[in-house]
């Protein structure tokens, strides 16, 4: 699950970064707004946690420039603008979720969980390819009606490709939802993690396509 974070606090930013990297999401942070279009166009997160405040562009218009590209995208806004106003304005441009600062941590990580749910309702809750089957909600993996045991990072990986069966996932993509901008990642680390999750799918069940990324036949 990737957020992008769009604060313009770098204090809150870190404090809320450190706090969603723990619950094992993979959190990049923008401190404007008008990158932050830029990239949601480009690297599509799961969820946008947005600032209102920013100081380029308003939170409001960065989320009617969201809302232009992609409906779904879920959008929770954080801001000190408490006005009943401030918040009709924030929902009726597709907000959907709203938080007061300040807010206790763990309200935040109650409400991305929440989002969390959401989205993954709005995919079918279970994608069977030959033998192998995911459930998304219940993050469990059976190869044979048999559970495997994946780590989180080899559970990211299989979810992104069964998703995308028949398509190409690209190694930069794979990458971007297993690690935040700036963390260390070795050159060799997702192949590792293709490695280990080889070892307990099928045989030739993900294909390597050389120099782009792997793929998962329907
Ligand atoms: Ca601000």
């Given at each position: 699950m990737q957020i992008l974070?769009?604060?313009?606090?770098?204090?809150?930013?870190?404090?809320?970064?450190?706090?969603?990297?723990?619950?094992?999401?993979?959190?990049?942070?923008?401190?404007?707004?008008?990158?932050?279009?830029?990239?949601?166009?480009?690297?599509?997160?799961?969820?946008?946690?947005?600032?209102?405040?920013?100081?380029?562009?308003?939170?409001?218009?960065?989320?009617?420039?969201?809302?232009?590209?992609?409906?779904?995208?879920?959008?929770?806004?954080?801001?000190?603008?408490?006005?009943?106003?401030?918040?009709?304005?924030?929902?009726?441009?597709?907000?959907?979720?709203?938080?007061?600062?300040?807010?206790?941590?763990?309200?935040?990580?109650?409400?991305?969980?929440?989002?969390?749910?959401?989205?993954?309702?709005?995919?079918?809750?279970?994608?069977?390819?030959?033998?192998?089957?995911i459930d998304i909600k219940a993050h469990t993996v059976s190869v044979d009606d048999i559970t495997t045991d994946l780590s989180r990072k080899e559970y990211m990986v299989l979810k992104s490709l069964m998703e995308n069966a028949g398509n190409i996932q690209t190694r930069a993509s794979l990458e971007a939802k297993l690690y935040s901008w700036g963390d260390e990642v070795s050159s060799n680390a997702l192949e590792v993690h293709i490695h280990h999750l080889r070892k307990q799918m099928p045989t030739g069940f993900i294909t390597t396509v050389r120099g782009v990324g792997y793929r998962v036949n329907r």
């Open positions: 974070l769009v604060e313009d606090d770098h204090s809150l930013a870190q404090g809320i970064s450190h706090a969603l990297k723990l619950e094992g999401f993979s959190v990049n942070h923008l401190d404007r707004g008008e990158p932050a279009v830029m990239t949601i166009k480009s690297n599509q997160p799961d969820i946008v946690i947005l600032d209102l405040g920013l100081p380029d562009i308003d939170g409001l218009v960065v989320l009617k420039r969201i809302r232009n590209y992609s409906k779904q995208i879920p959008v929770l806004i954080l801001t000190a603008r408490t006005t009943l106003d401030d918040k009709i304005a924030g929902l009726d441009n597709g907000a959907d979720d709203y938080l007061d600062k300040p807010f206790e941590m763990l309200e935040l990580l109650a409400r991305l969980r929440v989002l969390e749910r959401r989205l993954s309702t709005s995919y079918s809750n279970q994608i069977t390819i030959g033998t192998v089957r």
